[in-house]
C-alpha cells in the first residue's frame, strides 16, 4: 500500500506514466487499491477543511468573546457601570459559562445600586467557580448569608 502511494505520488508530481496505478497492464486489485487511496485522500482533505473552518469560526467566536469582556473591564475601570453591564450582558450571551463576566457584572450592578442583580451574577458566578465577587459582596453587607 505505501508503494502504492508513493508511485501515486510521483505519477501526479512527474507526469510520468510509466508508474501509473491504473495502467492496463496492471491487475484489477492495483485498481481497487487506487479507488481506497483516493477515497481515504478525499475523505482526508474534507476532514482537514472541515477542522480548519471550524478552528476558524471558534477562533472568530473567541475573539468576539474577548473583546466584549475586555470592553467591559475597561468601562468598569474608567467608571462607566452602565456600559460595564452592557458589555459583561453580551459576553455572557455568547458565553454563558463564564464565571467571571457573572462575577464582573455583578460589581458593576453593585456599583450601581443594584443590589439585586449583584447578588444574583455574585451567586451564579460562584455557582459557576469563581467566588470572589460574592466574596467582595459579603465582605461590603450586600449579601445576607
Do not use: W
Not at 468601562?75 to 456600559?83: M, P, S
Not at 459583561?88 to 463576566?101: K, N, R
Not at 455574585?122 to 449579601?143: E, M, P, Q, T, V
Amino acid at each position: 500500500m505505501a508503494t502504492e502511494i508513493v508511485d501515486l505520488l510521483a505519477l501526479v508530481l512527474h507526469g510520468d506514466r510509466s508508474l501509473s496505478i491504473v495502467s492496463a497492464a496492471q491487475p484489477q486489485k492495483k485498481r481497487k487499491s487506487l479507488k481506497k487511496i483516493i477515497g481515504a485522500t478525499t475523505l482526508i482533505v474534507l476532514v482537514l477543511t472541515a477542522a480548519g473552518y471550524f478552528t476558524y469560526k471558534y477562533l472568530a467566536y473567541k475573539r468576539l468573546v474577548d473583546s466584549a469582556f475586555d470592553r467591559g473591564v475597561a468601562a468598569q475601570e474608567r467608571g462607566d457601570y452602565q456600559e460595564a453591564v452592557k458589555q459583561y450582558t453580551q459576553e455572557i450571551s455568547l458565553d454563558p459559562q463564564f464565571a467571571t463576566a457573572y462575577g464582573n457584572r455583578g460589581n458593576a450592578y453593585y456599583y450601581l445600586g443594584d443590589y439585586k442583580n449583584a447578588t444574583s451574577d455574585a451567586r451564579k458566578a460562584c455557582d459557576l467557580g469563581d467566588c470572589i465577587s460574592f466574596k467582595f459582596l459579603k465582605y461590603k453587607n450586600a449579601l445576607s448569608d
